[in-house]
């Protein structure tokens, strides 16, 4: 393998980095957003797509809605349709940060253009790849409408999310480490990456199991209503006892890999820091987890669950990205960073 420099110049590839992180940030915005709109069961606060119930921006009260209403959805539900601006509204905002994720994508896009003529190219089609992902997450978006939440869509829409955050995070950390003086030389030490796949690999397990658990969690406030949280955790049936137990094993694997990876790598290096970042998000992780569990699933613990699980895998896969000797340059330079051919 040889070591390719980019002939980007460093303006650029700092203009492409800032703008990869904000996509991240907007990104995670989008899954807390989404998690809202699931632990408050506004899924089908608006009942069309694009538009809600027939308009562009939603109304605040029922007087602003036709008297049959009710009769008009009714056809595309296949049932009742109960006017709340609340759930409303929380659908909708999410729809917006929805669109202003795809226009993030879209400039992410653009900056990503002059890869194409001076290299490496794969930068250009990965974010290329994150754009067309994300206008098919938007036409998913549609379908979980139209399939009142079936639980298959549910779970690709989560698993699409998932796949897009990958991406944007492989091309802010090219943009932001690759070829840095602190994490130059750095090995696949004591088999870090593949310790690293597991715990990754662990946490998309347990992340699937969550939506599974989630959607038991839907029949069962459908049953006993938003008022019996109490209830919620005794009601479940036995996927949400998988997902506890196989919490164990998470921590488990995670505890070995972050305890390998902080004895191999040296004080204030980057995979370091990322390290004990993994471990403290995973560790709020439990904590949120807890609570839902024994303190009647508060509010707020449900959209933070998610959102910290997604947290942990996107810190994973940072970790054994800059650990990974595949990605990483042998040869300290200045300037651009530097990639290895694949």
């Not at 991240?24 to 069309?48: E, F, K």
């Not at 754009?131 to 989560?158: C, D, I, R």
């Not at 840095?180 to 310790?195: E, F, M, R, T, Y």
């Not at 209503?225 to 137990?245: C, N």
């Amino acid at each position: 393998m040889t070591n390719l420099k980019s002939h980007i110049e460093p303006k650029a590839n700092r203009r492409f980095r800032r703008l990869a992180l904000n996509t991240i940030i907007v990104l995670y915005l989008l899954i807390v957003a989404g998690g809202v709109v699931r632990s408050t069961g506004s899924g089908m606060g608006c009942p069309d797509w694009p538009r809600c119930f027939g308009r562009w921006v939603p109304p605040t009260e029922l007087s602003e809605l036709p008297a049959d209403y009710k009769e008009v959805y009714r056809g595309k539900l296949k049932g009742e349709v109960i006017f709340n601006p609340a759930k409303t509204w929380t659908e909708y905002v999410n729809r917006l940060i929805g669109a202003f994720t795809g226009v993030m994508i879209f400039l992410l896009l653009l900056a990503s253009l002059p890869f194409l003529k001076r290299g490496p190219r794969k930068i250009f089609y990965y974010s290329l790849s994150a754009f067309l992902l994300v206008g098919f997450q938007g036409w998913l978006g549609a379908k979980v409408v139209s399939f009142e939440l079936a639980p298959v869509v549910v779970t690709l829409h989560m698993l699409l999310a998932i796949v897009i955050v990958f991406l944007v995070l492989y091309l802010f950390t090219w943009a932001r480490f690759f070829g840095q003086s602190d994490i130059n030389n750095v090995k696949d030490k004591a088999g870090l990456s593949g310790w690293g796949v597991a715990a990754m690999s662990l946490s998309l397990v347990q992340i699937l199991l969550g939506t599974q658990v989630r959607e038991t969690m839907d029949v069962t406030i459908a049953a006993l209503g938003y008022d019996q949280r109490a209830l919620w955790i005794g009601s479940l049936g036995t996927e949400f006892y998988i997902h506890r137990s196989f919490s164990i094993l998470l921590v488990l694997i995670n505890g070995l890999w972050i305890y390998k990876v902080l004895q191999v790598e040296q004080a204030g290096s980057i995979i370091r820091k990322f390290a004990f970042a993994c471990a403290g998000v995973l560790g709020i992780e439990l904590l949120t987890g807890i609570s839902m569990a024994y303190l009647g699933v508060p509010a707020l613990a449900q959209p933070s669950h998610l959102v910290l699980a997604i947290i942990l895998i996107g810190l994973q896969y940072m970790v054994w990205l800059l650990n990974s000797k595949r990605y990483l340059s042998t040869a300290p330079q200045s300037g651009a960073p530097i990639l290895v051919n694949e």
